[in-house]
Structure formats: structure tokens, C-alpha cells
């Protein structure tokens, strides 16, 4: 039998024999059941389920259950303002043809910067096909900047843009800063100041850049088969390692490495260092200096068990 | 490695003969005020520093093997202070036969006509006039010489129609010294072990950046041994340098003979770039302002056309 617990904090329906036990909600029939012995406490209980049944092989665009998008809540706040859409139909139009209700309500002015960078951060990494979670830690590094204020006077897209710098490297996938530059409008110089004020200010630091993050990327856009790519991630690494190239950027060394190891494979694969410098950012005077600098040691460089199509001795020496 | 710091002598330049100073001093034979000072007066404290009058700085390390020298250059002293009374810059420009009022090069500055520079001969120094009175001065070589052209200055305009100029609140703002090092440095290793330190973006600049705050300088530390410190004083640039020394030492690297030759002739080839441009006249303006020792990558940076940090 049910009984009531009057313990000054509401009533609450329990089962006689055992009162702790938890009740088990069954939505179908609107019971109570308690979880030891069985018995039906509770009756007619109100089902508070979807009122239609969504089936899932019907492609809806949108959700019936769902009123609204999707909760961005951990980067805006409560944000439970209704916009009102642009008019479909004849009715929303008055004589002259206007729209009637154009003051779409500009909602939650406040997180208004916020929205605008988010947008601006999800083209920038749709332009490099940057992956959901990159976006989503680029998102979050920007909330906490603008939360702390203490780069307020700089632009947006400057500050949007070194998040997304920021976040491609603590993934572990380090884009350069001339890959960022090409999808944003700000200056390499101004994402780099911002890059480092951010680091500043959320008292965070980064790893530093090696060759061999950015080797995937460069010789799969240069389209070069995986021998020519491992080849060129062991003689960066080789050359970092026996530090014959010091004071260079890892950008460099990595497009002297790849420049060596296409020249040293068969004719489809020889890149030339304009279209190595293309793909890196690196301006091939760059390239030339850098591989100058290996080129001596370059039997040491090269991994065991290459096969090369081009000897050592006639590996090009500029 | 154990090595004992046995603090500082500051003389007028005498170089090690192991070793080849960084640049060539013009102003070293003209000048007549320096002195030995042996005192090695509050390290961290620019106040009390008051008489660092040489213009090289030696350090004298002994250790039980050797003695390495290191000389301290310091290439720019940049003062600030007040003439304490309105000028007319119009007048200024028109009479000064130094003056220069040009209009787009410094941008909204200039063009609003509130600022002129003014450059003297000797000691080589340029200096930026507001209309308020106030003067930043750039170039001198030591702190004795920012104080001559401080005063020269207040001289010229006062001659130029304003009988009674007062100098006030003379300050040196900034202090650039560059150094180098016997051996080369590891700066990869350097700038993992001292991560919260140090800051080393190899895309932004060639160099590490390490901050000090106490004494607070701002040393910049490239992977041939030279090191470029920016500090409020004379006195902190030295003692920078003393305390950055153990560290670096840690990652140093032999420099191999080629190495050698190849600096020895950039060195030439910068010493005769300074010795042209004070003979053709002012243009060079940035270049003797700061002369970094930039290394291998400054050619970088010309090669790429894009890369302006």
C-alpha cells in the first residue's frame, strides 16, 4: 500500500514495506514501482514524453522534439531569446511589397563579438578543412580571452585568428602561420603579436614546431609517394639532430629535406623549389640556403635502406 | 662547471687579442671622458649606478682554466626628457638647419604637425620634438653621450628663439647592448629547458626571447653566440648578461673553423656598411639605431618576401 512520508519537505509517495527503496517510473502504464518487492505505488502519473513518434528514417531537417537550435551554452551564457525569421508567404509582405517585421531582434548583444568570431573561426578552419575539435578548442581559447579582457583593444579577427593558430598546435597538428595568414584578412605580424599576448594572458605555453609536422602535409599536397615522404622525415630529422642547419626554421629545413629527397627518386617525383616553396611558404632562396647547408652530409642524411634513382653524386648543387 | 664571478671592471675597451670585438667603435678615440671605474655598484639597480662612463664594458670571468673576456658593446641609449615650455614646430622647422619635418613617414604623428626630428653630427643622435616640449632622444652610444646630446639640443632650441630652456627630467628610457659569446649556443634545447622563461618562435624571429625581472632586461639569444639585451640601464645590461652566462653555457657548442670565417666576413662587410652610411649623410637612420645581430635568417628574411617580424 502507498503511504505518504510527511517529512516537512513535501509529500513523497513510497512503498509501506519498503520506504527508502527507490520507485522505478514505468512511462507506459504511468506507474510507480517499487524496486524491491514489486509493488504499484504510484497511478496515473503523467507521461511528460513526445506527443507524435519521430521515426528515424525520415531525413526532417529539424527535430520535432527539438524547439529551437542547438544550445551553444558553455561559450554564451543563457541565451533563450527568440529571432523571428524572414517571412514566408504573402501575408508578411504589406502593399508596397516591405517585408513587415524587419527588426529582427538583435539578440544577446552582449555575446555578440562572440557569435561573429565563432563564425569567423568555423570558415577560417573550413577553408583548411580543420577537424570539429580543433574549431571547438579554438572556440573555447577565444571565450576565455574575451573573458579576461586584457586584449580588448585588439581586433577580433586578429585575436579569432591566433586562437585558431593556437589550437591547430596544441592538437598537435601545427599549421604555419603563413597557412593561417592565407584563409584570414590580418597580417602575419599581427596574428603573430596576438599569438603571443594570448600566450601572455592565459599563462599557457605551446611545444615548439618540429620538421616532422609538418612532412605529412607538405609532400601529400606536393603529391609525392611514401617512400620520397619517409625519406624526407628522416633527413630533417637527421639534420636536426646532427644540428648542421642552426638558426634555420623548421619550415625550411622541412622543404630542403623534401627538396633532397624528390630529387634523389625518379623523374615524376623531382619537385623544383619554386613549387616546394609554394607549398611550405618559404620563399626558395630559402630553400636553396638551407639544403646548401646539407647538402655536404648528405650520405649521412639519407635513411639505410633508400633506393636511390638518383645517385648522391648527382643530386643537384646549387 | 663551477665558475666564480669575481664582479666587474669597466674600462675603455681593451679586447681580448683571443678574441675579435663584435663592432668597430668610431667614437672610442674621441672621447674624452672615460674613466676606470671599479666599483661594482647595485647590480639590479639603476638608481644607484651613477657613473657608468665607458662605453664598452669588459666582464672579467675567472675561472680555474681560463679567462674568458666577454665585451658588452652597447650600441644605443635612448633618453627622454622635457624642455618645459610650448614650442612653435613651424618656426622650429622653418629656421633649424637640422630639422626635419617629414609629413607621411611617421604617419598620423607627423602629419597632424605635431612632431619634428632633429638630428645632430656629433654625438650622431636624433631627436623627436613634440610641441609640448617634451624630447625623446636616439642614437648616443653611452649614457654620458645622451646627456651631452640632451643639453646640446636644449641648446639649438633655445637658439632658435626661446632665450630661457631648461632641461628637466632627464631619463634614460632604454638601453640596447649586444655581446657575444666564445661558442655558439644549442637554442633549441636552450628554450625547451627554460619554457616559462624563455619564448621561441621559430617563424616569428630567429632568436630566443628571455625575460628577465629581476634585474629586468629583455635579452634576445641567437644560435651564433650573440646575444642583443634591452634594459633600462647600464648597470642592468651587464649584470644580464653575468646571469644569462651559466645558463647559456650549459648548451654551448664548438664553433667549427668554417663558422669562424664566415662570421669574420659578415663582420667586415657590416663595418664598412656603418662607415658608408656616416659618410653619405643620414639616410641610414635604421641601421644604426639597431644593429642586431641577426644571423642567418635576416637573409631569410629578405629572401621571403612575406615574412616582416
Known sequence: ?318 | MAMTLQGSVLTNGNTATNFVPLKLEPNNKDSPEVFLNEASNGFGDCEKNGLNNGEIIEEVKETPSDEPVIDITINNVVCSFSVKSHLNLKQIAQNGYNVEYRREKWGKIHSQSQMVTMRLRKPYTTASIWSSGKVTCTGATSEDEAKQAARRITRSVSKLGYPKLRLVNYRVVNVLGTCTMPFAIKITPFSAKHRDIASYEPELHPGVTYRLKEPKATLKIFSTGSITVTAPCVGNVQSAIEHIYPLVFEFRKERSPEDIRTMQATKRSRGFKRKCSSDFGFEADEECITIDDGEEEEAEDFDSDQSHD
Not at chain 1, 594570448?198 to 605555453?205: G, V
Open chain 1, 1 to 318: 500500500m502507498a503511504s505518504n512520508r510527511g517529512d516537512g519537505s513535501g509529500i513523497r509517495i513510497c512503498c509501506s514495506a519498503h520506504p527508502d527503496a527507490a520507485l522505478i517510473e514505468d512511462y507506459r502504464a504511468g506507474d510507480q514501482i517499487c524496486s524491491e518487492c514489486g509493488l504499484v505505488v504510484g497511478d496515473r502519473v503523467i507521461d511528460v514524453g513526445s506527443e507524435w513518434r519521430t521515426f528515424s528514417n525520415e531525413k526532417a531537417n529539424a527535430d520535432p522534439s527539438r524547439v529551437g537550435g542547438s544550445e551553444n551554452a558553455l561559450l554564451n551564457g543563457t541565451d533563450l531569446s527568440t529571432m523571428i525569421g524572414p517571412g514566408t508567404g504573402s501575408a508578411s509582405f504589406d502593399e508596397h511589397g516591405v517585408a513587415k517585421y524587419q527588426n529582427r531582434r538583435t539578440m544577446s548583444s552582449s555575446d555578440r563579438a562572440l557569435v561573429n568570431a565563432f563564425k569567423e573561426i568555423s570558415n577560417m578552419a573550413d577553408r583548411i578543412n580543420l577537424p570539429r575539435t580543433i574549431v571547438d578548442r579554438a572556440n573555447n581559447l577565444f571565450k576565455q580571452v574575451h573573458d579576461g579582457k586584457n586584449l580588448k583593444g585588439r581586433s577580433n579577427d586578429a585575436i579569432a585568428s591566433a586562437c585558431l593558430y593556437i589550437s591547430c598546435r596544441q592538437e598537435g597538428v601545427p599549421r604555419t602561420f603563413k597557412e593561417i595568414c592565407a584563409v584570414s584578412k590580418i597580417s602575419k605580424k599581427e596574428i603573430g603579436r596576438c599569438f603571443k599576448l594570448i600566450l601572455k594572458a592565459l599563462e599557457t605555453s605551446v611545444d615548439i614546431i618540429t620538421t616532422a609536422d609538418f612532412m605529412s602535409r607538405f609532400c601529400s599536397n606536393l603529391g609525392l609517394p611514401t617512400m620520397v615522404q619517409r625519406a624526407a622525415s628522416h633527413i630533417a630529422r637527421k639534420a636536426v639532430e646532427l644540428d648542421i642547419v642552426p638558426g634555420r626554421s623548421p619550415i625550411s629545413v622541412a622543404a630542403a629535406a623534401i627538396y633532397m629527397a624528390s630529387q634523389a627518386s625518379d623523374e615524376k617525383s623531382k619537385k623544383t623549389q619554386k613549387e616546394i616553396g609554394d607549398i611550405a611558404g618559404v620563399a626558395d632562396v630559402t630553400i636553396r640556403q638551407s639544403y646548401k647547408l646539407m647538402y655536404p652530409r648528405a650520405a649521412e642524411l639519407f635513411p639505410e635502406d633508400f633506393r636511390f634513382t638518383t645517385p648522391i653524386e648527382q643530386l643537384p648543387q646549387l
